[in-house]
């Protein structure tokens, strides 16, 4: 099985909602992850208390839902973005 990449560094096309947020892709799972953590840091999406959950603006709103929603559901939230 030499040279089988695992799933977080298989390419994945990503929708259009979610390259308005990361940027274009294709990219690995580990970089979508990577860059939505900076888009939400750089635009301060995470609750003050509670660091866990995520304040989606109107951007990230369009890929997860405009709910506050737990950092874990998140993942679920944009893999379905992810083909």
Same mark, same amino acid.
């Given at each position: ?49 509670? &660091?866990? @959950? =995520? ?5 990230? !709103? /369009? #890929?997860?839902? &405009?709910? @506050? =929603? ?5 993942? !679920? /939230? #944009? ?5």
């Amino acid at each position: 099985m030499a040279g089988k990449t695992n799933a977080l560094q298989k390419p994945v096309q990503l929708s259009s909602e979610l390259e308005n947020v990361i940027g274009k892709g294709p990219m690995t799972r580990a970089q979508v992850t990577s860059k939505i953590w900076e888009y939400i840091k750089g635009n301060s999406l995470q609750d003050s208390k509670d &660091k866990r @959950q =995520i304040n989606p603006d109107a951007k990230l !709103a /369009a #890929v997860i839902g &405009k709910d @506050q =929603i737990s950092m874990f559901k998140m993942t !679920a /939230a #944009v893999s379905k973005h992810l083909t």
